[in-house]
């Protein structure tokens, strides 16, 4: 049930609050979304913008609705100098989206990213797999249409049921059949994986993604929103009372969980994170952080595989491997 504009407006005034109290660095990028900002009205949209500093941007991404992403707020984005769209299509296929809870249907889908895509120069249409009922056919077929449609960036998620989740689960042969021949349609139209799940034409990567996977610093506001601030991770609490009660205290440090990771905790964090990426881990870096070479041993059964490749002082996944990340990790 949607949340009463009363309620909106409370919650722009607080956000807005504990960027400015927590805010004391500069920053290139900007995301805004996780909870879409598009279900916002004008006036507070407008208010949200306004009070967001955005000087010397990178990139300035907002999140979508397909349902919400009319022409006024387009603009409005536009004018404030957002340059990136995230689009969360899921489906293209109803009876998927109803199941999933979407409010909108595939055509309110696929008019929102035309919409967008002709708006910004860049931006991203996020896609999920594996979903129950779901067949390869089905999912290829909205890889494809997006593709036809001039799809800069193309981010696509395996659906993770839970244990208490009714849904029936797919079919474990499915997800690798999926993920690896989307891959090979998006390798062909020119959108090159440079991370786990993520896809995009030359020069249209998502920077601000990029800040999580390089191990950067960013600084998360609002419920349950995560930091990363000189290597320490924390997290605000994702209930709105509490959050707003914090907020309204000013954002004592003491209300944050925080995570002071150890030393083999940020070994196994650099080395997932590398990894994730087309660029993999580099060999000569990992032994300037940690003092000490990369054991290439651990690798050798992979590399067999053909799930690793070793080439200028990098490792990184190949082929198969993309799928079985965690794995590797374990095995390490």
């Known amino acids: 049930m949607p949340a009463p504009e009363r309620l909106h407006d409370e919650y722009v005034d607080l956000v807005l609050r504990e960027l400015k109290l927590r805010t004391n660095a500069n920053f290139e990028t900007i995301y805004l979304g996780g909870g879409s900002p598009s279900a916002l009205s004008m006036k507070n949209l407008r208010k949200l913008l306004l009070g967001l500093k955005t ?3 990178k990139e300035f991404s907002m999140e979508w609705n397909p349902e919400q992403a009319d022409s006024e707020k387009i603009k ?4 404030f100098g957002v340059n990136r769209f995230s689009l969360g299509v899921q489906s293209l296929n109803d009876n998927l989206l109803k199941m999933l809870g979407r409010r909108h249907s595939a055509k309110i889908a696929l008019n929102a990213f035309e919409k967008l895509n002709s708006a ?7 896609l999920m797999f594996c979903l ?6 089905n999912f290829l077929s909205d890889v494809k249409t997006l593709i036809n449609l001039n799809a800069k960036h193309i981010s696509f998620y395996g659906l ?10 797919q079919p474990e042969d499915l997800y690798p059949e999926m993920y690896l021949k989307a891959t090979e349609i998006l390798h062909t139209a020119g959108l090159r994986r440079y991370e786990v799940s993520n896809f995009a034409m030359q020069g249209h990567e998502s920077k601000h993604n990029m800040v999580y996977w390089k191990r950067g610093s960013y600084l998360g506001i609002g419920p349950s929103a ?3 601030l000189n290597g320490i991770r924390s997290c605000v609490n994702g209930k709105y009372l509490p959050w707003k009660k914090w907020v309204l205290s000013d954002c004592p440090q003491i209300g944050l ?6 030393a083999e905790g940020r070994e196994i964090e650099a080395v997932w994170l590398a990894l ?3 660029e993999g881990l580099s060999l000569k870096s990992y032994e300037q952080e940690f003092g000490k070479k990369f054991d290439l041993r651990k690798a050798e059964p992979f590399i067999k595989k053909g799930w690793l490749a070793v080439k200028k002082e990098t490792i990184a996944l190949n082929g198969e491997g993309w799928l079985w990340l965690d794995k590797i990790l374990l095995d390490f």
């Open 55 to 57: 000087d010397g941007l």
């Open 257 to 262: 969980t925080q995570d002071v990771p150890s």
């Open 276 to 278: 994730r990426t087309r």
């Open 120 to 126: 910004f120069s860049t931006g991203c249409c996020d």
């Open 132 to 137: 129950p009922g779901q067949s390869t056919e």
């Open 76 to 79: 409005l984005a536009l004018d």
């Open 226 to 228: 995560h930091s990363c």
């Open 160 to 169: 993770a049921l839970k244990k208490k989740n009714k849904l029936p689960p």
